[in-house]
């Protein structure tokens, strides 16, 4: 058995995520691949979401927050829940750098998945942990607009043109949030 052989007969079946969430499964059978297969996958993975998304909602402060109103500006999306361990450790990171760069075009969202939170509850423990950027109370339904999140926390970029470019699964930091703002002009 050739090298070759040896290395894509465990592919069989092997699934890739696309980063809309769907999932793409290569099959191989006489040396190639059947279906859009691994190529495909890993461009559309570099290309992201291409369309501005539209997301409006109420933070748990009552204020409506729009997407399309932060045209020009970079947007994170962080989600997470008041129950998550590495979500409360990223917290301060995120309002000391959601501080840092509110000139500089960036803005930071926290979408929460706590179901047992009230909007107050939510808006009184982003006080004590001193977040200064919106928080908002979300569902599943409202998260499907932004693709697959496998877990919290979870956190995506949308860039200037209100285009989702980038995400990042699990506790980040504002290095690695620069570092995707620069790998995503």
Same mark, same amino acid.
């Given at each position: 058995?050739? +090298?070759?052989?040896?290395?894509? !007969? ?5 699934? +890739? ?9 290569? &099959? @191989? ?14 461009? &559309? ?11 409006? !909602? ?15 500006? @970079? ?20 309002? /000391?750098?959601?501080? *840092? %760069?509110?000139?500089?075009?960036? !803005? ?13 509850? &939510?808006?009184?423990?982003? /006080? /004590?942990? %001193?977040?200064? @950027? ?7 339904? /409202?998260?499907? &607009? ?8 979870? *956190? ?11 995400? %990042? +699964? ?11 703002? !620069?790998?995503?002009?």
């Amino acid at each position: 058995m050739s +090298v070759r052989k040896m290395w894509m !007969k465990p592919m069989l079946g092997v699934l +890739v995520m696309q980063p809309w969430g769907a999932i793409n499964a290569g &099959l @191989y059978r006489t040396g190639r691949w059947l279906g859009a297969g691994l190529g495909l996958s890993l461009l &559309l993975s570099t290309a992201v979401w291409a369309a501005p998304l539209e997301f409006s !909602k109420q933070d748990v402060n009552g204020k409506t927050h729009a997407l399309a109103a932060e045209r020009g500006n @970079y947007v994170v999306i962080n989600i997470w829940a008041t129950w998550c361990p590495p979500c409360r450790k990223e917290l301060p990171e995120l309002a /000391e750098f959601a501080k *840092t %760069h509110a000139k500089d075009h960036i !803005k930071v969202w926290g979408l929460s998945v706590d179901t047992n939170q009230s909007p107050a509850e &939510l808006s009184l423990f982003a /006080e /004590e942990n %001193h977040l200064g @950027y919106p928080i908002f109370k979300t569902t599943p339904n /409202e998260l499907a &607009l932004f693709g697959n999140v496998p877990g919290i926390p979870t *956190t995506f970029l949308i860039n200037p043109k209100g285009e989702l470019v980038a995400r %990042h +699964v699990g506790a980040i930091t504002g290095m690695q949030l620069m570092q995707m703002i !620069k790998n995503n002009p």
